[in-house]
């Protein structure tokens, strides 16, 4: 079946906020590693999002993050900032779900969930602008 790109848009945008309700109530639960993986997840579910605009996805989360950053940070359709935060939910993420020994503080679960809480709104806006056709996004 044939999804129309205001559909999947809106698909992948409530899975992006799927995992942000999950990152909150993990931190709340003091499981720290795993409201940063469910936070980095928010974010790149938001980023797939607006990568449906121009029918692009990839399996690498590099590609799809790659594609975000030279067709909507580059060409300013987003602050130039955020592919800082980008880049470090992708880095502690992967140092939460990879490596054996890393200790994720309250701190850096705070960061990034603020972060992607920040992320998923903007990208929410951002949508709803391109679809301003009275039929909001989210």
Partial sequence: MQLD???LCQYRLD??????LAAEMNHKAGLFKAAINRSYY?????????NVLDNFDASKHSSVIAHFNQFYVHKGEF???VYKIIDSAYRIREKCDYSDFFIASKADSEIQLKHAQDF?????DYLNQKFNDGNAVC
């Avoid at 928010?42 to 607006?50: M, Y």
């Avoid at 998923?120 to 929410?124: C, I, K, L, N, P």
């Fill in 42 to 50: 928010a974010i790149f579910h938001s980023i797939r999002a607006v």
């Fill in 5 to 7: 790109i205001k559909t």
């Fill in 79 to 81: 602050e130039r900032d």
């Fill in 15 to 20: 899975r992006a906020k799927e995992d942000l």
């Fill in 120 to 124: 998923v709104g903007t990208v929410e």
